[in-house]
């Protein structure tokens, strides 16, 4: 028995935020019935790289059930209140206030369906200064500050997926659960409201503080701002390895087995980890005549010998032949696509992904 079995949620959602939160309740076991507009989620179009299809739209919405409705219309409407009546979670990501405007105000959805749990994301909740504006994910990077230590110390960044739509609906589907649970205990259903500015600052947290102590974080590119060495280093062949040493004593470990000059550990310049950012250049400059002595190949051995933890510098095309990669296969309206499986492995309760579903603009 899946975890979610007999649970049944309506997702008025569209782009990413909202169908990654249900795409893993669709996983569990939940019944996922996705509204969708005459003309469909727009994310069916972002794309048409995953066998002719959107690749965001495959990957978000495996397992559900999408059903056209047009809900500025009186039987939309109606048909939406009889799904509602009937369900136990409702997701949805329209612009702030629709929701109200189609007849379906938070006060209503307590007092008729009062064990309902509705989820609404967005940009930036349903109260403050900035709750009307539109929001998207790189605009919630570039205002919550993230773009601003990404990237190399030219020039700010975009997180090269769209993270803060990711960790809105991650956010989502860990609320609703808890949801979910308080309802098993007391019968009550919940108004949940999650905003993406929310997320990111929650998520900001470290370099919030670091800033409010007087060490506002710089971009440093494949560096860390706080730890050292941590960061890219070159070898004789020009191999590219990115070492971290997280503690003290993984630093003494690499100085006696990689630096081959185990005084260095106790050295008042590099003995702790404070020590070491303070004089990170030099650190550094110890670290990477280390590797200029050795091949990739040596540097990758000596390195794992020591036990210091380390990564090649991959791209997407490494990722697509890693080792540790693993997928699954979904069914979709124009054939089975091939993609990473989702993180979390049931030993003794093997996951089956369901379909992606295809646009039927027949329905109501």
């Known amino acids: 028995m899946q975890p ?8 008025i959602e569209q782009a990413v ?5 249900t795409s893993r309740l669709a996983d569990a076991g939940a019944e996922v019935i996705k509204i969708e507009r005459p003309e469909g989620d727009f994310a069916r179009g ?8 959107s690749s965001y739209f495959v990957w978000l919405n495996r397992g559900k059930v999408s059903r056209t409705l047009n809900l500025a219309s009186a039987a939309g409407q109606e048909d939406l209140a009889q799904l509602l009546a009937m369900s136990d979670v409702l997701v949805q990501n329209l612009k702030r206030g629709a929701l109200a405007r189609l007849g379906f105000g938070f006060e209503r959805l307590a007092r008729d369906f009062p064990k309902l749990i509705t989820c609404s994301i967005s940009g930036y909740g349903e109260h403050g200064p900035m709750a009307d504006r539109k929001a998207y994910d790189l605009l919630v990077q ?8 990404t990237g190399g110390p030219s020039e700010p960044a975009r997180v090269g997926i769209s993270l803060v739509d990711i960790a809105t609906g991650a956010t989502a589907q860990s609320a609703i659960l808890e949801a979910l649970i308080r309802r098993g205990k007391t019968g009550k259903g919940a108004n949940i409201s999650i905003s993406m500015f929310d997320v990111m600052a929650d998520w900001l947290t470290v370099p919030l503080l670091n800033h409010e102590g007087g060490k506002s974080p710089q971009r440093a590119g494949l560096a860390h701002p706080s730890i050292a060495p941590y ?12 070492l971290s040493v997280q503690s003290d004593r993984e630093w003494r470990k690499l100085c006696a087995a990689f630096l081959q000059d185990p005084e260095r550990a106790v050295d008042p310049r590099f003995f702790n980890n404070v020590a070491r950012v303070e004089n990170r250049a030099e650190t550094d400059a110890l670290v990477a005549a280390a590797f200029a002595r050795m091949t990739g190949a040596e540097a990758v051995e000596t390195l794992l010998r020591a036990d210091v933890a380390l990564s090649l510098v991959n791209d997407i095309a490494g990722l697509a032949e890693h080792p540790h990669l693993r997928r699954i296969t979904v069914e979709t309206p124009n054939g089975p696509v091939s993609y990473p499986a ?7 309760a093997p996951r089956a992904y369901g379909a992606v579903p295809a646009l039927n603009p027949q329905e109501g």
Not at 48 to 53: H, L, Y
Not at 142 to 149: E, Q, R, T, W
């Open 46 to 53: 972002y794309d048409d790289v995953a066998n002719g299809q």
């Open 342 to 348: 989702p993180a979390p492995v049931w030993d003794d």
């Open 4 to 11: 979610l079995e007999g649970i049944r949620v309506i997702a």
């Open 231 to 242: 960061g890219v280093f070159s070898a004789k062949d020009g191999t590219q390895v990115l």
């Open 142 to 149: 570039a205002d919550s500050g993230l773009c601003s230590i």
């Open 17 to 21: 935020a909202a169908p990654f939160c």
